[in-house]
């Protein structure tokens, strides 16, 4: 099973929006609404964000939202804040059934 | 609230076995599956495996060949990963992480722990 694709990075200034593609195959992705997204802050263990394609866990900001076309998934984070600065990991459930992750993406807050 | 600790990790030298464990509080551990993920230093996160709350079901990554076990303690909210014919490539830092299925499918990690480090080594 290979790894989902996405983007090694993604910039942007405060207050504008960025919008982060993992992109998988019809056995994962477009198969199953079974997305997930995680963030992961340098030396910190990651933080789910994103689960079951675009629903948001309790206490997670509005700022996150996730969406699914094909066999492509997307996390757009809106209102770009500092704290965002980290490594965003998307995951997908697979006909195998099995989970895998794509490779991360760095974002930075220019 | 939700915490998972692991424990277990160093280093080992390459073909020999290691068992690392994630000690569970918070939560009512036998109703939840639990999943292993690592991420080799500076690399993304790789998934591992997976069991069922009852412990009926495990999964495994593709890339593990078989060499890796996963299983649990109920009566000790424990859950254990253990690793066998270890070589360089497995060095990593090992998360346990909870999902919010028992048996049905487990897909989500939605708490973690902080990880234990494997290095492996001659």
């Known amino acids: 099973q290979s790894a989902l694709t996405q983007p090694a990075s993604v910039s942007g200034s405060p207050g504008q929006s960025i919008t982060i593609s993992c992109t998988g195959t019809?056995?994962?992705?477009?198969?199953?609404?079974?997305v997930s997204w995680y963030q992961q802050h340098p030396g910190t263990a990651p933080k789910l964000i994103i689960y079951?394609?675009?629903w948001r866990p309790s206490g997670v900001s509005d700022r996150f939202s996730g969406s699914k076309s094909d066999n492509t998934a997307f996390l757009t984070v809106s209102g770009l804040q500092a704290d965002d600065e980290a490594d965003y990991y998307c995951?997908?459930?697979?006909?195998?059934?099995?989970?895998?992750f794509g490779g991360g993406t760095k974002v930075t807050v220019l | 609230q939700v915490q998972l600790v692991e424990s277990g990790g160093g280093v080992v030298q390459p073909g020999r076995s290691l068992r690392v464990s994630c000690a569970a509080s918070?939560?009512?551990?036998?109703?939840?599956?639990m999943h292993w993920v690592r991420q080799a230093p500076g690399k993304g996160l790789e998934w591992v495996a997976v069991?069922?709350?009852?412990?009926?079901?495990?999964f495994y990554g593709d890339s593990l060949m078989g060499r890796f076990t996963i299983s649990r303690d109920n009566s000790k909210n424990t859950l254990y990963l253990q690793m066998s014919s270890l070589r360089v490539e497995d060095t990593a830092v090992y998360y346990c992480?909870?999902?919010?299925?028992?048996?049905?499918?487990?897909?989500?990690?939605?708490?973690w722990g902080q990880g234990t480090l494997v290095t492996v080594s001659s």
């Open positions: 992480a909870k999902d919010p299925a028992g048996d049905t499918t487990m897909v989500i990690a939605d708490h």
């Open positions: 918070g939560f009512i551990f036998s109703n939840y599956g």
């Open positions: 069991i069922s709350s009852n412990g009926n079901k495990k």
């Open positions: 019809d056995s994962d992705i477009r198969a199953y609404n079974y």
């Open positions: 079951d394609v675009s």
């Open positions: 995951a997908s459930y697979t006909k195998s059934k099995k989970l895998v």
